[in-house]
């Protein structure tokens, strides 16, 4: 592996484990994160940390991305502290490829798009490489890894993903593996709901719950959220993988990249607006099986429209205050 500096920005519940993965495999690693006591644990482990990004991203030629959302990822990269002034401070050798910021956050595709076109007028190269796995994943180092962006500069990043990563799959230009991580959310959306749905059903039927979960995984009904959630949601308790609110904005790019085709998702409508329910009900920072939650709700409770996507906030990181760099960095369903 290239020995070349890389910083690391954005230490939630996957940018951490991911970020230990790669300083393990012998990556000279800078770590950043908004909330500092974070760092200490990568900095015991031989990282450098860095009280802000520019300066993280000083003498870096890999600069990785674990944010909460688009202007999170914007304010990090642009900001006066941010990741462009400190790779601009930077002599790099003659001859060498540019620099690289690869961002592992869920944002929309049309911003990865116009955040690409804007470090490439600086000589910076992008890829967007959303990921998916949860906690589970990130700490296995086994993500499926979602890339946008140039097929040559993926192969010079492959030897860091494939670290945090069990799959990597090239999807096209930049913004493509933000459109493909949308899907992946929709899928989510999905599974988790119909596990959620049918559990649900299955108590109120007076089932065995364990024996009914082990019969059906290993039928046509058998799926991850089914093997890895099922039994959570029957004993009530939603371990952290993935966080419902984040999983919520995700959602809301989804149904925007829909809406922009003139394609209706009303499964991923439905499932949006028990998230809203939830979320309500202060559950957002529980994991997204925490939907089970929804068919406990009484009968005639008033269930919210979800026409309009909300603000939410995410445990990767929070949107940031105009007069600070964001990056407490978790993203990934």
């Not at 908004?34 to 482990?45: C, D, I």
């Not at 899928?187 to 299955?202: F, H, K, P, R, T």
């Not at 959570?232 to 809301?252: E, S, T, V, W």
């Amino acid at each position: 592996m290239d020995h070349s500096p890389v910083a690391f920005i954005g230490l939630g519940a996957l940018g951490a484990p991911m970020a230990a993965n790669l300083l393990a495999a012998g990556v000279r690693l800078t770590v950043h994160n908004r909330g500092r006591e974070r760092e200490t644990p990568l900095a015991q482990a031989g990282a450098q940390a860095a009280d802000r990004p520019a300066a993280a991203a000083a003498g870096a030629r890999v600069v990785l991305l674990c944010l909460s959302d688009g202007p999170a990822v914007e304010e990090v990269l642009f900001g006066p502290e941010g990741v462009v002034a400190g790779l601009a401070a930077t002599t790099h050798p003659p001859g060498s490829p540019p620099p690289l910021v690869v961002d592992f956050s869920t944002i929309e595709p049309g911003r990865a798009r116009s955040l690409a076109a804007r470090l490439a007028a600086r000589g910076i190269a992008w890829l967007d490489a959303p990921v998916t796995g949860g906690t589970e994943g990130a700490r296995a180092g086994t993500l499926s890894v979602l890339v946008g962006g140039d097929a040559d500069t993926l192969e010079r990043a492959r030897p860091l993903l494939e670290v945090i990563g069990g799959t990597i799959t090239h999807f096209g230009p930049a913004g493509a593996g933000q459109q493909a991580k949308a899907i992946n959310q929709i899928l989510v959306a999905g599974s988790y709901a119909a596990v959620a749905e049918a559990m649900a059903l299955a108590r109120r039927l007076g089932l065995p719950m364990d024996d009914l979960r082990r019969a059906l995984s290993c039928g046509a009904a058998g799926s991850w959220a089914l093997d890895h959630r099922a039994a959570g949601m029957i004993a009530g308790r939603f371990p952290l993988g993935f966080r419902l609110a984040l999983h919520r904005k995700d959602l809301a790019i989804a149904l925007a990249a829909a809406a922009e085709t003139g394609l209706e998702l009303p499964v991923c409508r439905t499932v949006a607006a028990m998230e809203d329910d939830l979320l309500a009900a202060g559950h957002g920072d529980e994991d997204v099986s925490a939907l089970a939650r929804w068919f406990s709700a009484p009968p005639d409770a008033p269930r919210e429209d979800s026409d309009a996507p909300r603000e939410v906030s995410e445990d990767l990181e929070p949107a940031p205050a105009p007069a600070r760099a964001a990056s407490d960095g978790a993203t990934a369903g």
